[in-house]
């Protein structure tokens, strides 16, 4: 019987593939063990809630502010709904939830509300085409809704 002597960098290659192969086969057994063990209970189901998602090669823009005068912020979003004139329509996102959408107007845009004790916001857009005209409707938060108060100011 022959005996086959092989050299030490060999010995350290089948070394290190038996110790690669130990730790995939254990790590996918341990997988296994554990993804059986999640509490369910610790994940909230989510159920019929509106997201807003990229399309016409544009994304949605959050820009976060208070708008109702509760003690957290809202998520004001810009929702991208043409490719041409950044034609989009704005949402109110309350606590997950939409609490208001506006029309849909081109190259809309949203700045914040400046007056001591008025909560809601300045819905900013375009009513021509290619224009850099910009036209303006303040939104003021009162009785748990929007109210359109002035319009171009």
Not at 35 to 53: A, G, Q
Not at 68 to 96: C, F, K, N, Y
């Amino acid at each position: 019987m022959k005996i086959i002597r092989l050299s030490k960098s060999l010995y350290k290659i089948i070394a290190i593939i038996l110790l690669l192969l130990i730790g995939f086969i254990g790590g996918y057994l341990y997988k296994g063990l554990t993804e059986n063990k999640l509490i369910s209970s610790n994940y909230k189901e989510i159920v019929n809630v509106e997201v807003p998602k990229c399309s016409y090669g544009r994304c949605p823009e959050y820009v976060s502010m208070d708008v109702d005068g509760d003690p957290h912020t809202e998520s004001v979003v810009i929702v991208p709904v043409a490719m041409t004139q950044g034609a989009g329509q704005l949402w109110v996102v309350d606590e997950g939830k939409v609490i208001w959408k506006s029309e849909s107007y081109m190259r809309i845009g949203v700045d914040r509300l400046f007056e001591e004790d008025t909560y809601g916001f300045v819905l900013v857009y375009s009513k021509e085409p290619n224009s850099n005209k910009r036209s303006e409707i303040k939104y003021v938060y009162e009785n748990d809704q929007f109210k359109a108060e002035v319009a171009n100011y």
